[in-house]
T-cell receptor, first 118, second 112 residues
Framework: GAVVSQHPSWVICKSGTSVKIECRSL??????MFWYRQFPKQSLMLMAT?????????EQGVEKDKFLINHASLTLSTLTVTSAHPEDSSFYIC??????????????FGPGTRLTVT | SQQGEEDPQALSIQEGENATMNCSYK?????LQWYRQNSGRGLVHLIL?????REKHSGRLRVTLDTSKKSSSLLITASRAADTASYFC????????????FGKGTRLSVIA
């Protein structure tokens, strides 16, 4: 099956610093990837839609200048949390859907990145 | 934004019993999917049911979809301790590159 990886799997950073999270589709190409955030014991909240070669589309209430998304290729999207604060501590999950014909509607999820801001 | 609600929010059953979780959503959909998530881990795709389907089976899983009521149910039969996890329904409004929108989830505990 299609595999999506995320790196790092967990990261601890100090308040005020920036953290970059990578999302890669390993065996398929994706023009669109999605970034979600999940706080403890809560559901996944869509943050933004990452489009290859163009600007990301952010959900209402998500600051685009704080959560920078770059979709540099058909297999890589990055999320940079700038000037991180403790309230940004969360589980960040990306997903992607294959562009190949016949791939169907399934979205493939990465294993998530746990960010802790101290 | 979240599409809808799951109920119950938490469910505790004995091993061997059946577990039923319900999901409601608000808008028209192309398909509805169920996922499982173990604590602190990634998502596992369980099953996808399209808007023109009413019921689907996969192993011990049975999913129903009622588009007139905008609701779905997930039944896990003969539950096992390993089924302990959070279960989420997620909907897709249109085919193509539209995101999954998740419900709030049901935390299932199966007691051995």
């Amino acid at each position: 099956g299609a595999v999506v990886s995320q790196h790092p799997s967990w990261v601890i950073c100090k308040s005020g610093t920036s953290v970059k999270i990578e999302c890669r589709s390993l065996d398929f190409q994706a023009t669109t990837m999605f970034w979600y955030r999940q706080f403890p014991k809560q559901s996944l909240m869509l943050m933004a839609t990452s489009n290859e070669g163009s600007k990301a589309t952010y959900e209402q209430g998500v600051e685009k200048d704080k959560f920078l998304i770059n979709h540099a290729s058909l297999t890589l999207s990055t999320l940079t949390v700038t000037s991180a604060h403790p309230e940004d501590s969360s589980f960040y999950i990306c997903s992607a859907r294959s562009i190949e014909a016949g791939a169907g509607d399934e979205q493939y999820f990465g294993p998530g990145t746990r960010l802790t801001v101290t | 934004s979240q599409q809808g609600e799951e109920d119950p929010q938490a469910l505790s059953i004995q091993e061997g019993e059946n577990a039923t979780m319900n999901c409601s959503y608000k808008t028209s959909i192309n398909n509805l999917q169920w996922y499982r998530q173990n604590s602190g881990r990634g998502l596992v795709h369980l099953i996808l049911i399209r808007s023109n389907e009413r019921e689907k089976h996969s192993g011990r899983l049975r999913v129903t979809l009622d588009t007139s009521k905008k609701s779905s149910s997930l039944l896990i039969t003969a539950s096992r301790a390993a089924d302990t996890a959070s279960y989420f329904c997620a909907t897709v409004r249109n085919s193509g590159n539209t995101p999954l929108v998740f419900g709030k989830g049901t935390r299932l505990s199966v007691i051995a």
